[in-house]
């Protein structure tokens, strides 16, 4: 198991940039393929991005690609989202996610550490 914890969220206007981090507990960090979610009320919570164990390859959702950026610093046991040209459709809960699984995991039950979340708000 790995705790994660979340930060840097906060309020923007459309069009600005966050940075979202996610810090991970343990020594097996590595081991680790990484996700990024999120979830507004009353709807499922949803893929943003994932990327390898090494940080060799990411993916993305369709509606975030070109715009965010997920990338990870396995010595800081840290895995960071870049958002830039933020949209008032990117508010919403986001959180981070560990998996172990092997291949393009984006389903929430594929992934079984989890962070606490981090709000993102975005204003028009």
């Known amino acids: 198991q790995v705790q994660l914890v979340e930060s840097g969220g906060g309020s923007v206007q459309a069009g600005d940039s966050l940075r979202l981090s996610c810090l991970a507990s343990g020594r097996t960090f590595s081991s680790y393929a990484m996700g990024w979610f999120r979830q507004v009320p009353g709807k499922e919570r949803e893929f943003v991005a994932r990327?390898?164990?090494?940080?060799?390859?990411?993916y993305y959702a369709e509606s975030v690609k070109g715009r965010f950026t997920i990338s990870r610093d396995n010595a800081k046991n840290t895995v960071y989202l870049q958002m830039n040209n933020l949209k008032p459709g990117d508010t919403a809960v986001y959180y981070c996610?560990?998996?172990?699984?092997?291949?393009?995991?984006?389903?929430?039950?594929?992934?079984?550490?989890w962070g606490q979340g981090t709000q993102v708000t975005v204003s028009s």
């Open positions: 996610a560990a998996t172990q699984m092997v291949g393009t995991t984006t389903a929430t039950t594929a992934y079984d550490n």
């Open positions: 990327i390898s164990r090494s940080g060799t390859i990411s």
